[in-house]
């Protein structure tokens, strides 16, 4: 259970941001590969005591889902797989294939507002 | 107040994890070393396995080891057994090692004094997946007693490995343990998987591990540069 740590990891990324582009960041857009090691529904949990007592108290999470993508080296192919329980080529069945997508962990983009003079 | 507006940032979360393991990967191949991580869950046999291969390895290689663990010096003070030298990291309430902590541990280690370098990290499947510590290879432990479908109710961390050990197979037969499917499952989740068949207890299978880190380390040294 590493998600509180990773929600604070996201908040302090998007408060650096908001503060060089001087706005306030009403949501923040995360892509979060199937792969990363990092779940969902423990993170949305964590959000709100993330943003505690920071820039980004009331600010909502929006999680993209990145499923695992992989290349088939004998299909000369990317090919997205089902799930995370069968990394092996869906079309050929080759089990020699390299995962290209389904690990991120990034903060893609901030809903922002600028901040009132 | 103004509508709000979306602007892109594009910024890696774990952004400053792997910019120091990337620094701490660089550090270790130009000072020759190989660095070799164990992961797995807790009791599976990680410090058994690698004090026997400190002890084993010790002869012909130098060799040194860092652990991490929540609390206790418990598993130094048992590697230490090996006469190798150890470092305990204490982490806390972290549930893994990041690369900043193996950053300061070997702050004032000199790595050219040594062939291997070995970290285990904290007993958890789940979350030291994420974390990059610069090792050139990372290994996940599964035990017999653990069952067969461990790596597909973990598929993240084995992901993240690049080989895998099966440790206490001398109580392989007692829980019946089915080495077809947990082969199927390794292969499964990680397509392509070395997996090594190991008895700390006995010893079985060890020297064929022992063979093939000698074969990393050879390659790994002939990228070295003078």
């Known amino acids: 259970m590493h998600e509180l740590s990773i929600a604070t990891s996201i908040v302090d990324t998007a408060v650096e941001e908001a503060e060089r582009r001087g706005v306030q960041v009403s949501a923040v857009h995360l892509r979060l590969g199937a792969l990363s090691g990092v779940v969902k529904d423990a993170l949305m949990f964590c959000w709100e ?16 889902d990145v499923p695992v993508v992989i290349f088939c080296p004998k299909c000369r192919d990317e090919q997205t797989v089902a799930s995370i329980q069968l990394l092996a080529c869906p079309r050929c069945g080759s089990l020699g294939s390299e995962v290209v997508h389904g690990k991120e962990l990034e903060v893609f983009a901030l809903e922002v507002e600028e901040v009132a003079k | ?54 002890t084993l390895l010790r002869p012909g290689h130098r060799v040194a080891a860092l652990v991490g663990d929540l609390a206790t010096d418990n598993d130094a003070a048992r590697l230490k057994r090996s006469q190798a030298p150890v470092k305990q990291i204490v982490t806390g309430t972290v ?6 902590m193996v950053q300061n541990a070997l702050q004032d ?52 490995a690049d080989v895998a050990i099966v440790t206490k197979n001398d109580l392989a037969v007692a829980v019946e343990f089915d080495w077809s499917a947990a082969q199927a499952n390794v292969q499964a989740v990680r397509p392509g998987m070395k997996i090594f068949r190991v008895s700390t207890k006995s010893g ?3 020297d064929d591990f022992l063979k093939f880190l000698a074969a990393q380390l050879a390659e790994h040294k002939s990228t070295t540069p003078a």
């Open chain 1, 49 to 64: 005591v993330a943003c505690q007592d920071t820039a980004l108290e009331g600010s909502h999470l929006i999680v993209e």
């Open chain 2, 1 to 54: 107040m103004s509508e709000p507006r979306l602007v892109e940032v594009r910024r890696n979360v774990l952004k400053q994890n792997d910019m120091i393991a990337r620094a701490l990967r660089e550090r270790f191949r130009s000072e020759g070393v190989f660095v070799v991580s164990l992961v797995s869950s807790p009791g599976s046999g990680k410090t058994a396995f690698l004090e026997k291969i400190l």
């Open chain 2, 95 to 100: 549930c893994h090692l990041e690369a900043a």
């Open chain 2, 109 to 160: 280690w000199n790595l050219r004094d040594l062939d291997f370098l070995f970290i285990e990290n904290v007993g958890n499947l789940v979350c030291p997946s994420s974390y990059d510590l610069g090792e050139s290879l990372r290994l996940v432990l599964m035990s017999v007693t653990e069952g067969e479908d461990k790596p597909l109710k973990y598929p993240t961390i084995f992901n993240s």
């Open chain 2, 204 to 206: 079985e299978g060890v």
